[in-house]
């Protein structure tokens, strides 16, 4: 959002004298709209371009709001007086839920709404600076549906439409320096649910049956026993997402192309290998390849007895477990790193931002930061990366690489509250 927006209105004695005005601004964004553009471009375009046609033309005027901006998805409006600005907030809502009753769950559009009131810069043409940042960042704060306002807004309303108004705290905004004191109007809505296949928050690990190179048939189990204990193990993770030995039974030896197996099962990461039987002597060797780029970024080879494995008292399958763990988890902490942030996927900016952030170098420690900063803004409902950051400031404060330990815990509150 820029600082500035730019609208005519009609005025032209006073448009270069810089001045300030008292005015509510409202920001209305529409959640989530690069989505909706994912899922059918040209249908989402014009729905949402109706809908915000419609609130210019008609819901605005009649709240006396005037309109300063209409971006492709969003509209900002200044108002005289707050009790307006909230009254056309929730007319807006209301239109957008009609509109919604019609349309598949996922392709509603919804909108989220900022408000601040404050002196604003002026010329009478455009209005400029922090004031009109403040109210496009409390949109930021707002769920589907829902209307976030600042402390001088509600400081001039009597009382509030629906006649509910919870509490978020002093709110941390972007690019603004000092918290703000921030407000949601009404209850928080019932948010639908996320459509998984748009978050791929969790890498995709595929487990194929180990393949028996010598021991006779009656050692075939083996390979799939292995397979077994460690997606039991590794699915334990919230991290990972596993596929099932179901699906990746298929692929034991057979000499299948990685990308057949990516695309076949999603997968990020393929886990497979070979073991021979000789005796009561079980020899293992296992690979985690990148399924992205074919490397492999862990291999490893085990020596024990079967009868160990059979009985569960040995330590092959924990081996495994801890060897894949920490190679995945130090493969993406590597992406994180070494590579632009907006340019990873998002699994790799949750787990290599964990990573970062349990390292004692102050410069990963701040990287880790960015890291969940970059997912809050890609996935603004989910819940995880909000959690890591309010657990970053605690560990900041933990490493001692604090100077207001007040100001730390301000923080993490406010990303729990979030």
Known sequence: MGSASNVSTGSSASADVLHYATRTVVFADVVESVRLMQRDEFAAAGRIRDQLLEAANETIPRHRGHLLQRLGDGLMIAFAHPRDATECASALHRRAAE????????????????????????????????????????????????????????????????????????????????????????????????????????????????????????????????????????????????VSRLSTTAFRGRKTQLKAIRALLGATYVLWGAYRVSGDTLIVTVELVDARNGEIVWAHGFKGKLAGLLAQDDDLVTSIVAGVASALMNTELLRTKSRALPTLDAYTLLLGGIGLMHRSDPRDFGKSRQAFEQLVERYPRYAAPYAYLAEWHVFKVTQGWFTNLEQEAAAALDWINR
């Open 99 to 242: 509109l919604a009753e019609s349309v598949a769950l996922g392709d509603r559009v919804l909108l989220r709404i900022g408000i601040h009131a404050a002196d604003i810069l002026t010329d009478d043409v455009a209005f400029y600076g922090n004031g009109v940042n403040v109210a496009a960042r409390l949109a930021a704060l707002a769920g589907p549906g829902e209307t976030v306002i600042s402390d001088s807004v509600r400081d001039q309303l009597a009382t509030t439409p629906g006649g509910d108004l919870v509490d978020l705290g002093l709110c941390h905004l972007k690019h603004v320096e000092a918290p703000l004191q921030a407000y949601r109007l009404g209850p928080r809505k019932a948010l639908p649910p996320q459509i998984e296949s748009q978050i791929a928050l969790r890498p995709t690990l595929a487990v194929i049956p180990l393949t028996l190179q010598s021991g006779g048939s009656a050692y075939l189990a083996v390979g799939e026993i292995i397979a077994d204990e460690v997606i039991v193990a590794l699915s334990r993770a919230p991290e990972l997402r596993i």
